[in-house]
């Protein structure tokens, strides 16, 4: 199974409103600011563990090279990057209409996890699934860990 993550807001939050991973020691955390969600580095090894294919698709301009990186420090490895960069290229390039914001079916993932419920929408729209993350939540990985079982033995309907 093939599972992406949006970064902004969903495994980058702020500190302030949002319990998060200790931070990378110096030099690492002047370089990469971005706080992940607390339960990331549990959740990526317990997907990893299950045999998922993990990937970031984010409407960000970052880099691959730093998305990596940072990922790198945490010990997590991603197998594929869509950033706003490759989804205008692969996605929009071509399309006089507006292609929506992300589109998962293109790169055949099989749950995306967001934090904006219009992706979420347009997966109604343009048939992909979207399990949406919200605020500070405990239990926000055991949440995903479910629906993934469930999609496993119901299929993403
Ligand atoms: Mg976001």
């Known amino acids: 199974m093939r599972i992406s993550f949006d970064l902004d807001d969903t ?3 702020s ?3 949002f319990k998060v991973e200790a931070p990378l020691r ?10 992940l969600r607390l339960g990331t580095i549990a959740l990526m090894k317990a997907l990893r563990e299950q045999g998922m294919e993990l990937w970031v ?3 960000s301009f970052r880099s691959e090279q730093y998305i990596r990186g940072l990922f790198r420090c945490y010990g997590i ?8 960069a490759r989804h205008a290229r692969e996605v929009q390039a071509g399309h006089t209409e507006a292609m929506p914001s992300k589109y998962p079916s293109k790169y055949r993932i099989d749950l995306h996890i967001d934090d ?3 992706v979420a929408e347009n997966g ?10 919200g605020g500070q939540d405990d239990n ?10 469930r999609i496993r033995k119901n299929g993403a309907s």
């Open 57 to 59: 698709y984010t409407t």
């Open 124 to 133: 109604r729209t343009y048939g992909f699934h979207v399990w949406i993350v």
């Open 26 to 35: 110096f030099p690492f955390c002047a370089i990469y600011k971005e706080r």
């Open 77 to 84: 490895k991603f197998d594929n990057i869509v950033n706003g």
């Open 116 to 118: 904006d419920r219009s």
């Open 140 to 149: 926000w990985t055991d949440h995903i860990l479910k629906e993934i079982e």
């Open 15 to 17: 500190e302030e409103k």
């Open 11 to 13: 495994l980058f939050v």
